[in-house]
Each structure stands twice: as structure tokens, then as C-alpha cells.
């Protein structure tokens, strides 16, 4: 097993060699270690391939947008690398317009609509890094994606319900 992200990056280029050379930005889901397990979870599943961000926390942290085409090495809560996953669509939309189907696409709780909003604005109140916070009509970054490594699985059909953390 890789122990370092150079190491892990180089395992995955080793087994698909048109990843680009270059490690890509490695980061974890969620605000704790225990989101992060979580959210990762669902990705690794096959349940979650939709994640959504404040514009305004990129803003005060300087980092960049996601974009279209590029790959990110997602971690687990211990900042271990467990998965290689790709941007396919990025659109930015207030949060009060925020569709049904991005809340389905991030696969949290029931998958409605009603506990995405209900989850996230309860998240970005508590974990905003920009003094603004939350917002009705703040902007959010909705980003779809899809798992390049591990090869994906099913859906679970267990009938734990997943986690209702948000990210």
C-alpha cells in the first residue's frame, strides 16, 4: 500500500498510464475526520457522485475551482489516499436554486432535495471559512464526478441508510 501521495500516484499511474503525470490536489470530504469516512464511503459505494461547496468559502481560502476534466486523489479522515475521482460538470447556482437531482447525485440521507438543503445549510453555518456564512441565495459550487480508482461497485442494496453528514 502507498505511503505517501507521490507513492499512491505513481501505483495509479503504473495501472493507467493516461492519468496525467503530475499527482493532482488530494482532500477529503467534510469538515472532521468522521464526515470524511462517511462521504468517502458513499463515494467508494457507488451511491455519491455529486458534491457541493460555497463559493465564498474558495473565495476566502484562495483555492481554485474545480474544473471540468481534472482528477483529484480524495483522502480518507486520516488524510490516507483511497480514491482517484474526476470532474465531469461544475456549475455554480444559488443555493435556493439547487435542484433535486444534484441532491440525489450527492447521496447523503434520504437523497431528497428537502434533506440536502436542510444538511448543508446546517453544515455551511457550522463550518463556513468565509465570515459571511450561509446565505438563502449564497453562491454554491455543484460539482459531478465520477470514480476512476477504485473501479466503482454497485449501489449497496443493504439497508443501512447512509450517513447525513453533508459536504
Partial sequence: MATTLDDFWNERRAEAPELPVEAPEAWSFGATPEQADELLE???????DGTASSLWDYEASGDPLPVTGE???VTDGAGVPRAVIETTDVRIVPFDAVGA???????????????WRRVHEA???????NPRGFEPDMPVVCE?????WPTPTPTSTASTPPPTVSA
Fill in 42 to 48: 458513499l463515494v467508494l459505494r457507488g451511491v455519491k
Fill in 71 to 73: 482528477c483529484s486523489i
Fill in 101 to 115: 437531482e444534484h441532491a440525489r447525485a450527492e447521496g447523503e440521507g434520504d437523497r431528497t432535495l428537502e434533506h
Fill in 123 to 129: 453544515y455551511w453555518r457550522a463550518h463556513s471559512e
Fill in 144 to 148: 459531478r464526478f465520477r470514480l476512476l
